[in-house]
């Protein structure tokens, strides 16, 4: 190494070093809180209506949006946002419209802050119509407590959760973060993220559950409905105790599909280079083929079709027996057959 060089080096570690030095003495002359680093300060500001609404619609750049029971049964909002890039609040036709103003200027977002945006609803009643949440970066809550005509949640980098019951189709979907629903009744669900994972629970379903992960993990337990359909391109699936009435429909490029305690009318599984591990509560026939791995499948002959077919993976079906009225009527059913061979 040359001479000139390790002096350049050693010129950067001690600059780096120093650094280090004069940013720790700051730090810990401010009790190390990163707060009082921030140029930007946030504000807060309350809005309330009396005004009649049914639906409600929210739209923001990047701030977490939370639904909350109000308390004293007024309807209000509270934004903790940027001073120049304030919210606006109103109701019109019958929606409560809450959206980032759009005549702001780009260096209202200019500077270093430690706080996330946050608009808080509180709502006075238990039931409304349509809702629609539209975040670019932000979080979003629903919690339970509260029933939707109708959901609609897409946000481009923050996390879904919903809690709240639906009469109609609700859709939570997310770019790059995770979405999930959790002990709700609905119409029909359909859950989708590009860049994360998918988590439903006690999910009751009238019509078909619908989940799409481009890369990233899903995970369904408790569910019933209709039919469910789940696509995903690279990372694992997991049901558990999933019934569904019709069809059950999965498709998979790289990873594996775990089924505990699952049914369906109908089951088609297909995977390329992903496992494929199941247990089922009823007996199927079987329709099974791999083209590197290892099949083991029960041999029944009566029921729904179960289709499996992959690439590369293993596939390994047994069918689970869970309670002793199950043990019984199989036990019964073996007895019968015996005494017809014998007699």
Known sequence: MKRSTRIWLLT?????????IVFAGVMTSMKW???????????????????AFRDVSATTDAADVVFVKSGDGVC?????????????????????VIKAQEDRDWTAYLGVGF?????????????????????????VTVPDGFSFASADVTLGAGNAEFAADA??????????????????????????????????????????ITVDVTTGESRVSGAACQSIRSTGGTGSLLLVDVIAEERMEIERSTGDVDLDGCDAGEISIKTSTGDVTASLLTQKVFLVESATGSVDVPRTTRGGTCEVTSGTGDIEITIKVKSFRQIFSALRDRCDSVGRVLF
């Open 33 to 51: 809180n990163f707060g009082k680093l921030s140029t930007v300060q946030l504000e807060t500001r309350s809005y309330e209506s009396g005004e």
């Open 167 to 208: 009469a109609g189709a609700v859709r939570l979907k997310s770019g790059a973060r995770n979405v999930s629903a959790s002990n709700v009744e609905v119409g029909a669900l359909d859950a989708s993220v590009s860049a994360g994972r998918v988590t439903l629970t006690g999910v009751r379903c009238r019509e078909d």
């Open 115 to 139: 706080e996330t945006p946050r608009i808080t609803v509180y709502l006075p009643d238990a039931e409304y119509g349509a809702l629609t949440v539209h975040s670019g970066a932000g979080n």
């Open 76 to 96: 209000r909002v509270e934004c903790r946002e940027l001073p120049d890039a304030p919210h606006t609040v109103r109701v019109e036709d019958g929606v409560l």
């Open 12 to 20: 950067a570690g001690a600059l780096i070093l120093v650094g280090c």
